[in-house]
């Protein structure tokens, strides 16, 4: 189950949120060893508020591994748990939901749509 494998990454301090999900994902697909560093240095950019356009950088991650016809609902799957919140900033500013919450919420919807 990739959001119990991401979020135990994730606890771990193994990775920033973006790479716990990108992880479970690597984990769950079998990428190589060489593909899975290849993603993980991708994604260390990608925490803290620091994902394109200020996503919380779990779905930001998420995002990365669904099809172009999946992604709004992927969104939309976690919108109903972050009270309609996207953007990190948001998410932690207003104490919706800690950083573990969202990387288990990003990848229960990526095993959803992904």
Do not use: D, T, W
């Not at 479970?24 to 560093?37: I, N, P, R, T, V």
């Amino acid at each position: 189950m990739l959001s119990e494998i991401a979020k135990k990454y994730h606890a771990e301090r193994n990775g920033n949120c973006a790479q716990s999900v990108a992880y479970a994902f690597a984990q769950a697909k079998g990428f190589s060893k060489e593909k899975l560093e290849e993603l993980l240095s991708n994604m260390s950019r990608c925490g803290g508020g620091k994902a394109p356009a200020g996503l919380c950088g779990a779905l930001y991650a998420a995002l990365q591994f669904v099809s172009e016809e999946n992604k709004s609902e992927l969104i939309n799957a976690f919108k109903e748990n972050s009270q309609g919140e996207i953007l990190c900033k948001e998410i932690r500013s207003k104490k919706i939901l800690p950083c573990n919450a969202c990387v288990e919420l990003a990848a229960k919807s990526l095993e959803r749509f992904g």
